[in-house]
């Protein structure tokens, strides 16, 4: 018996070996948690994992090629923050968001719209990009008449009554009514510029008085077309369209270069834009985003010293205009047909313009009456210009923009 009990410590330490042996042998499998302590494993069990939260992302900035009087700020969860022609910011949110605090202050806009008022033909022009009806269905006022419309999806929703004329707009008066548009109970209005004797801050403050939001348009402000096209980004946005405004002014300022390099190295012909009008005469200054145009498309402008440094028009005598004009090889003229559709709705007014070549020889060109409707289209107004200048490098492009004006229409 004495001698069991002394061997049974052996016995024991001679299994105790071989398991430390053991032990150590098994290492392929063996993690940190596989040889916790229980208690070490009863403590991370009932410790949950916590995720951390990942940082609210930076605010960013719209990227903008050409245009420099609208900015956006992209926020969180498809907030942005507008900055419109005038420096006015606003937030713009989806149903059901609140401003984050920071921006509380700002005047809230939901978007998409749904009950709007534009002012111009250029603004609807830029949502013509989308190839979508349903954007029109946010409108719900405009200042235009419904026969003006050259498209249908406006035309039929104006004649349906479902958009109204709010106030006239013909080329020599402006003119809003506000009884209608306080009827109409639009969300939001969007402003161009005044002219025409338009004193548009009363506008803006009669409007705000009503209640509704003014938000201003500044692309007619744009020193450069591009950047006036441009402006498809700002109109986009208020319809969650930023992507595909994106792309689309992407593809069209491609064409505009492609154009630009291809009578890089051609003859150019000179060229004015003007009109006469009621027996005065206005020209494009040369720091115009018309005379931009007409260099870019391969042409000399014949106003140079002009207005170099400006972007607006300059009354000039019928004198200067025929000097001016004497050697040039094409006019525009920036009235549309259905102000004058003919030479001689110019030469009854300034009849020593029918001796200028250029209106003998028929190179008188004019904007078309949807003109200012398409700035959609700016691209097509270059190539347009450059086809009319060098007609042998675009022979086969189709004009929409501009259109040769006859001796006499039919």
């Not at 052996?10 to 398991?19: D, G, N, P």
């Not at 870019?296 to 972007?311: R, S």
């Amino acid at each position: 018996m004495e001698k069991l009990q002394k061997a049974i410590p052996f016995a024991v330490l001679i299994l105790l070996l071989l398991a430390l042996t053991a032990c150590a042998g098994n290492t392929s499998g063996t993690t940190p948690s596989d040889s916790a302590s229980p208690a070490a494993s009863q403590a991370s069990e009932a410790t949950p994992t916590v995720e951390e939260t990942p940082a609210p992302a930076e605010p960013k900035d719209i990227e903008l090629t050409f245009a420099t009087n609208f900015h956006i700020i992209y926020l969180n969860d498809g907030m942005k923050i507008v900055t419109d022609g005038e420096g006015k910011q606003f937030i713009l949110l989806h149903d059901g968001q609140t401003a984050p605090a920071e921006y509380s202050d700002l005047a809230a806009i939901t978007i998409p719209l749904k009950r709007t008022i534009y002012t111009s033909t250029t603004q609807v022009g830029f949502l013509r990009a989308f190839e979508d009806d349903t954007l029109y269905d946010s409108i719900v006022g405009v200042r235009m008449a419904a026969e003006d419309w050259d498209f249908d999806a406006m035309k039929n929703r104006m004649l349906d009554g479902k958009i109204v004329d709010i106030g006239s707009n013909t080329s020599q008066t402006v003119s809003y009514d506000f009884e209608i548009i306080q009827s109409i109970n639009p969300e939001e209005i969007f402003l161009s510029g005044g002219g025409m004797g338009l004193d548009i801050d009363s506008i803006k403050t009669m409007l705000e008085q009503m209640g509704v939001p003014c938000i201003s348009d500044g692309s007619s402000k744009e020193t450069d077309y591009r950047g006036t096209m441009e402006w498809i980004k700002f109109f986009a946005t208020f319809y969650d369209l930023d992507q595909e405004a994106k792309a689309y002014f992407d593809a069209a300022m491609a064409r505009i270069d492609g154009v630009m390099d291809k009578v890089k190295d051609a003859e150019q012909p000179t060229v004015g834009w003007a009109i006469v009008s009621m027996g005065s005469v206005y020209v494009e200054d040369a720091g115009s985003k018309s005379a931009k145009m007409i260099r870019a498309a391969g042409a000399i402008y014949a106003f140079d010293g002009i207005g170099d440094d400006t972007n607006s028009v300059t009354s000039i005598s019928v004198e200067e205009l025929y000097d001016r004009l004497s050697t040039a090889d094409y006019m525009i003229n920036r009235g549309m047909p259905k102000y004058g559709p003919d030479l001689k709705s110019i030469t009854d007014q300034a009849p020593m313009l029918a001796d200028l070549a250029i209106f003998r020889d028929g190179n008188v060109w004019q904007i078309t009456d949807d003109f200012w409707s398409t700035y959609h289209t700016i691209d097509q107004k270059y190539i347009e210009l450059a086809a009319i200048f060098h007609p042998d490098l675009f022979p086969d492009v189709e004009f929409e923009n501009f259109i040769l004006m006859p001796q006499v229409a039919e």
